[in-house]
């Protein structure tokens, strides 16, 4: 198994920045892709951005040029760094990883509000 823990979500105004954190425990060397998923309310879960072992990335569109993924392989920690936030960014993030044998786990995701 897995565990996921998030931080610093919150309250940011647009064009403001957060900085997301994920630090994982448990079974990671079976671990291949790790990143970011938002739910907004009333809307499916998506993916935001994700980066595999090998370090390729992949962001959403609506997100290119302003967040960056980034992690830290010794403290098993992943980043999201989101800048230029706008109201439409607001939603729950998740944080999330994937096996090699096709297995995703979660963490309980941190809500981030983009108001002014």
């Known amino acids: 198994q897995v565990q996921l823990v998030e931080s610093g979500g919150g309250l940011a105004q647009p064009g403001g920045s957060l900085r997301l954190s994920c630090v994982a425990s448990g079974r990671l060397f079976s671990i291949y892709s790790m990143g970011w998923y938002r739910q907004a309310p009333g809307k499916e879960r998506e993916l935001v951005a994700r980066?595999?072992?090998?370090?390729?990335?992949t962001y959403q569109d609506s997100v290119k040029d302003r967040f960056t993924i980034s992690r830290d392989v010794a403290k098993d920690t992943v980043f999201l760094q989101m800048d230029n936030l706008r109201p439409e960014d607001t939603a729950v993030y998740h944080c999330?990883?994937?096996?090699?044998?096709?297995?995703?786990?979660w963490g309980q995701g941190t809500q981030v509000t983009i108001s002014a």
């Open positions: 999330w990883h994937r096996s090699y044998e096709s297995k995703e786990y």
């Open positions: 980066v595999d072992l090998g370090g390729t990335t």
